[in-house]
Every structure is written in structure tokens, then in C-alpha cells.
């Protein structure tokens, strides 16, 4: 029998039609954790009830389908009566752990009481959420001999927000007292903790997952001993103040706080020295300044990154940035850790003063009420992983990315707990990006599409559009990078090069994170040039072999395998390479060093489009680090750091000050510990 396009409108037609009820679905979302889908008591019982009078729908049996999930494939296995899905099981072991990982029963609730794949997705799970609903429509096709397709939902909402959440005092069953709340144990929140436990505070961290969140470890910082120490050999690392301020500002279109940059710039260096003394006390790490800042071009660098690196001992040991720091704090006795406990709201006097909050326990969902004698230090990072917040925040930079496991977490509640209490949002909404993603030949850039992390993406190789065509100068910040692709056909483009690229790839004298070499003072690079390429070429999950990286022994081949228009591209390749051969780019103004020829087989290309890191706007703070209303009055009792902070990143993220956002997030936390330890 042939297959039939079967809409959810008409499957739940012929649902009624058979007199079967259909349950309703509870809202499978809230801030940090998925909340327990709820049913009608007789959502279970209703299809058994009906099915002697009801006609058969489905053949009776056990289907099974998978689809593509962020870090895997999701299996879903349904066991079907003619009438109804009785039994559903999805296996999603393989995505992450505390994000897609533990939303399986949820989802298997949620169907079995919809009996239907058009269920909401789990918060911050989006990504393995729509792969759960696409493996349930096909199984659900497979029983009814039907076309079953996943409704699209618009999430984009002016409503995004939403009111916070009441809960009454009867459901509130544990109290906790402590000086210093910290929500969130990321790179903000443990440096926030580490100097309140050393300034003798009384401290709890609350973590909605399972485990810390990594730490961040390039961190950019201005005149710390290492870099003063490094002028007498490489002057050309001294950085001027007033510049780098003027640059910020520059990159932010003015839509910055500039005081709030000269707070990093005038502490940044005690934090990286106190990091570095701390870390270097174990015999487990030692600390390097990431001294480089590429040849000269139309774009400044600064030589502001540091980062740690493992001695002998640490590596033997096998300690972790966030082993060491935490167990720096168990060290002093003054921390408290609570880990699977979510933030739901902030709790605040009747003049606004914050004095805790109302959070949850993910292990039995039973609330909590936390006082914080001293403040509340908010460090539960961006939005990046609440599809409802971009779509209506940042529509550009979902049409721009692709979703691959490693990635922000964050799903913008504590954004939202801080609105509640009356804070300001920055006005305008961007990203940290990176040209670190790719796509398969037949396939381009969305926050639908599922790609694979590809490191090798910076290198300013020749780039060219689906035309086949050349469209800016691909040397420059990643993001400008990034955001003339999104001017080109779907926002995706193509990396191109040659057997040669290792030659070239030192030759491009890179900076930061994406420099595959030694950097010139010696200092590690954060990935070797083989260690990359070896991802990208060899075993059976390299890009080669998965069909995201394509090789050919002919340009004409190469253009067929990336579904790229051959002549197009064969004339554009042609053209770059004579502009490479006389050392000036005529067409885009490229630097000579970063003009190198694609004429030496075999030839590779692949499809690129974003990695989304993590958001940069949030909600507003004063020097102090204390978060601010509209009208600029600080809200007593309430501190921030990190990505839910605002006034300091506007429109593009400045990497080429390697390790800022990091250093921000890290020297806030400190000082924003320090503000609120030294009140009585």
C-alpha cells in the first residue's frame, strides 16, 4: 500500500474518528531543568478503554527508528495496538550527559500522552528533543503505513520571558542559610567562590548539573607579571591602555559600558597573577603567556591571552583546572557545594533587595529556600541553548550555526530570574561565533542542522560561496568572517586548500586559539597543526570518513563532491591563485603572508558555517558588579558575572584580544566576591 502524507491534524482526526482519547501533554520546560511532564489520570487508560469499539489505525507490533541527535543517533523503540502507542523506549546515551542525556523518561512520558510525536521540546535539550520527535514520527509512519511528519512550531515569541514562576510556601520543604549564594559553578561562578572562601565567607554554590561545568582556560589580561616580564625580549607585547579601551569600544559600535572595560583592564593582571600563583603552588601547573600577535595587517592584535598548562606531576595525576580549584575552596572549609539544584526565582524584600533565592532539587524536585546574608553572585552564563530566547533574540545567528556537542549549556534562566527582579537588559543581542563548524555536501548552516566540529575552520584559506564564487577578504576576526557569510547564498560557505596546507598554515602566523603552531615565544599552541589534521583525515569518525571533508585530484571533481558549480569555481580558484603568484589581492585586499595558492593535488574543501559558542548579552551591571535597573540604581543584595552580564560585548566578539571573554568572566567573579565580601 502506498504511503500517504498523514499531517497531525489528520492523524488526531482519525483518532476521534476511532472514538480514541488523546491525553494532553504537560510543558516540558523551566529555568535549568525539565520539568516533569503531567497527564490527565485517565490519559493512560482512555485508548485501552476505547480500543473494543475503536478501528484499527495502526498494525500491532514493536518499530524502531533513529535519528540524529547533537552528539549522536537517538533510538527510539514504540510497541503499537492497533488502536494505540502502548509502550515507548529512547536511548540517549550518547548525547550529553546532563543536557539531552537524562531527558529520555521525560520524552517517553510526554509521547505516551500526547500519542503523538508533535510534543514540546525540554528546555535546553532542543536539539536531542527534535531527533526524539523525528524517530517517533517514523516509527508512528511505520505502524500506520502513514506519512507522519513532525509539526514545525514556531518558538520565536515577543513573550519570551514569561512571568515568574509562584511557588507557595507549603511546597517550599528545605531552608539553608549561608553568606554568599553563587548560582552557577562555570569559569564566573568558581572564581567568584575561590575569593569568597579566601576572603573567609561563608559560601554555597548552587550548579543545576550533575558535575561543574568546564572552566574556560585561555584568559585574557592586561600587564600581568608575565607580560611585563616579557617586554625586555618582545616590546611589541606592551599593550596601551587607552588603545585597547578605544578598540573595545570600536568593535561594541559604542553599545558598551566603557568603564566597565576599564575594570577589566585595570584588574585583569592581579587575576591572572593570582591564578598564577595559586595554580603553580601545587606542582600540578605552570602558566604561559600566548605571545603573539601575527604580522601586521589591517586588524590589531594583542598578546592578552594566558593559559595553564600541566606539569610532569599534573599530568601523572590526571588533575583538572576544576579539580584544582575546588579543591582550593574545600581547602579553606568555607564552601558548600549543591549540585542538580536550579535556580527558579530570586526572592526580594518589598524595596527590591535580593536576600536569596527559590531553587530546586533535581534529585526528588522538592523546593528550597536559600538566604544569602550578604548577596547573591549570579553566574549562570548566556541563553545560548534556548531556542526561544534566539529565535526572538538573535535570528541571524541561528541561521548562521550549526549544533555540535561541545558548546554553552546555558539556557538563559538566570537572565530571566534577574529580569523578574527588575533588571535591565543590554539593547542589543550578540554572540561569541567561530568559523569552527561543518556541514556535509549536502547540507547547509541553521540551529536544525546537526554538523560536526571542525578546529581547522579559522585558517584564512581560500573561501568561496555556493556559487562557487569569492566574496570577502577571509583574513580578520572570525566573526566579520562569519557574518559576510551570512550575506551569501544559506549562510554557508566553502573552506578550500591544498596539499600544502601545513606550510601554509605556520606561514599565516595566526594568533589565539586557532594558531596551530608554537607561538613565538615559545608558548604551546592550544591545538598542534597534526594533532588537528589527524581528526580531520584519519579513522572512522575523522571528517573524511564521515563525508564532511572532501578530496579530489582535480578542482572539477572537487566542485562536484561540494555541489558547487565547476566553472564558477575553477575561474575564481584561477584568479586567487594569480593574485597569490604576484602577492597582492586585488579583488579584496588579502595580506600577502595569507595569499597562498590552491595548485598543488590533492585538493580538499569543505562546507562551513558557524559554531556557536555562547551568547554575550545579558542584564546590566555597575562597576561594582552589582546588576542594575533601568534607571542605573544598583538592586541591593544582587551580582553578577560572566555571560549573563551585559555592557561589555556588543555586535561581535573582539577575538583578536585572545582569552577576553574569559578574563571578563574571571576577573569579574573575583571582584564581584570581593565587593560583596566586604560588606558587614
Not at 517517553?108 to 520527535?133: M, R
Not at 572512522?540 to 585530484?553: R, V
Not at 546590566?620 to 555592557?647: F, K
Request: charged share 20%; proline share 4%.
Amino acid at each position: 500500500m502506498a504511503n500517504k502524507e498523514l499531517s497531525r491534524r489528520d492523524f488526531l482526526k482519525g483518532m476521534a474518528a476511532g472514538a480514541v482519547g488523546m491525553a494532553t501533554m504537560g510543558v516540558l520546560s523551566g529555568c535549568g531543568e525539565a520539568a516533569t511532564a503531567s497527564a490527565p489520570a485517565a490519559a493512560t487508560e482512555a485508548p485501552v478503554a476505547a480500543a473494543a469499539a475503536a478501528e484499527a489505525i495502526y498494525t500491532p507490533g514493536t518499530y524502531s527508528a533513529a535519528a540524529k541527535g547533537i552528539a549522536s543517533d537517538v533510538k527510539v523503540t514504540m510497541t503499537f495496538s492497533e488502536t494505540a502507542i502502548t509502550d515507548c523506549k529512547i536511548d540517549v546515551s550518547g548525547e550529553t550527559k546532563d543536557i539531552g542525556g537524562k531527558i529520555g523518561p521525560a520524552m517517553e512520558q510526554a509521547v505516551l500522552d500526547a500519542q503523538s510525536p508533535d510534543v514540546d521540546a525540554v528546555s535546553g535539550a532542543t536539539v536531542t528533543s527534535d531527533a526524539i520527535k523525528k524517530a517517533v514520527a517514523d516509527c508512528i509512519s511505520q505502524a500506520s503505513g502513514k506519512d507522519v511528519t513532525v509539526a514545525q512550531t514556531v518558538v520565536a515569541s515577543a513573550d519570551w520571558l514569561g512571568e515568574a514562576p509562584a511557588i507557595s510556601e507549603g511546597d517550599i520543604t528545605e531552608t539553608l542559610d549561608t553568606e554568599v549564594l553563587v548560582v552557577g559553578c562555570g569559569t564566573g561562578g568558581i572564581m567568584a567562590t575561590m575569593t569568597a572562601a579566601e576572603e573567609g565567607a561563608k559560601v554555597l554554590v548552587i550548579e543545576k548539573r550533575e558535575t561543574p561545568t568546564g572552566i574556560r582556560e585561555d584568559i585574557g589580561s592586561i600587564n600581568s607579571r608575565l607580560q611585563l616580564e616579557s617586554f625586555a625580549e618582545y616590546p611589541e607585547f606592551e599593550i596601551d591602555k587607552d588603545e585597547a579601551l578605544h578598540e573595545l569600544v570600536r568593535y561594541a559600535g559604542g553599545y558598551v559600558d566603557s568603564d566597565l572595560i576599564k575594570v577589566w583592564i585595570d584588574n585583569s593582571g592581579e587575576l591572572v597573577d593570582w591564578l598564577t600563583d595559586l595554580m603553580e603552588s601545587t606542582g600540578d601547573w605552570y602558566m604561559s603567556l600566548e605571545g603573539g600577535i601575527g604580522q601586521p595587517e589591517f586588524y590589531k592584535a594583542y598578546a592578552t591571552g594566558h593559559s595553564p598548562h600541566k606539569t610532569a606531576q599534573g599530568t601523572e595525576k590526571g588533575v583538572t583546572t576544576t579539580s584544582t580549584f575546588r579543591d582550593f575552596c574545600d581547602k579553606t572549609g568555607n564552601v558548600d557545594w549543591r549540585f542538580q539544584t536550579s535556580l527558579i526565582k530570586l526572592e526580594q524584600t518589598s524595596d527590591g533587595k535580593v536576600t536569596g533565592v527559590i531553587a530546586q532539587d533535581a534529585t526528588d524536585g522538592h523546593y528550597l529556600r536559600i538566604n544569602a546574608s550578604k548577596g547573591v553572585i549570579m553566574a549562570t552564563g548566556g541563553y545560548a541553548t534556548n531556542t526561544q530566547m534566539m529565535l526572538a533574540l538573535q535570528p541571524q545567528t541561528m541561521k548562521m550555526k550549526a549544533n555540535v556537542p561541545i558548546g554553552s549549556t546555558d539556557d538563559g534562566s538566570g537572565i530571566k530570574a534577574m529580569l523578574w527582579a527588575g533588571a535591565e537588559l543590554d539593547p542589543t543581542h550578540a554572540s561569541m561565533m567561530f568559523n569552527r563548524c561543518s556541514v556535509k555536501p549536502d547540507e547547509t548552516a541553521g540551529y536544525q542542522t546537526n554538523g560536526k566540529w571542525y578546529w581547522f575552520g579559522e585558517q584564512p584559506f581560500l573561501k568561496v560561496n555556493l556559487n562557487g564564487k569569492r566574496f570577502c577578504n577571509e583574513s580578520g576576526p572570525y566573526e566579520h568572517m562569519l557574518h559576510s557569510m551570512y550575506m551569501q547564498p544559506n549562510h554557508t560557505y566553502c573552506d578550500i586548500f591544498d596539499s600544502n596546507c601545513k606550510k601554509y598554515a605556520e606561514q599565516f602566523d595566526e594568533v589565539g586559539c586557532c594558531r596551530l603552531f608554537a607561538f613565538p615565544n615559545g608558548a604551546e599552541s592550544n591545538m598542534p597543526f597534526d594533532y588537528v589534521w589527524g581528526q580531520m583525515t584519519e579513522g572512522e569518525n575523522s571528517h573524511l570518513a564521515l563525508g564532511y571533508l572532501q578530496k579530489a585530484d582535480t578542482l572539477d571533481e572537487l566542485a562536484e563532491k561540494l555541489n558547487i558549480p565547476v566553472d564558477a569555481f575553477k575561474e575564481t580558484v584561477w584568479r586567487y591563485n594569480t593574485f597569490c603568484a604576484r602577492g597582492l589581492d586585488e579583488d579584496y585586499g588579502k595580506p600577502e603572508h595569507r595569499l597562498t595558492p590552491v595548485d598543488t593535488p590533492p585538493f580538499y574543501g569543505i562546507r562551513t558555517c558557524a559554531w556557536h559558542l555562547t551568547t554575550l548579552n545579558g542584564c546590566r551591571i555597575n562597576t561594582d558588579m552589582q546588576v542594575i535597573r533601568e534607571d542605573g540604581t544598583p538592586i541591593e543584595g544582587l551580582y553578577a558575572t560572566g555571560d549573563c552580564t551585559g555592557g561589555f560585548f556588543a555586535q561581535t566578539y573582539p577575538n583578536l584580544f585572545t582569552g577576553l571573554a574569559c578574563g571578563r568572566t574571571m576577573t569579574f567573579g573575583r571582584r564581584a566576591a570581593k565587593k560583596v565580601c566586604a560588606k558587614r
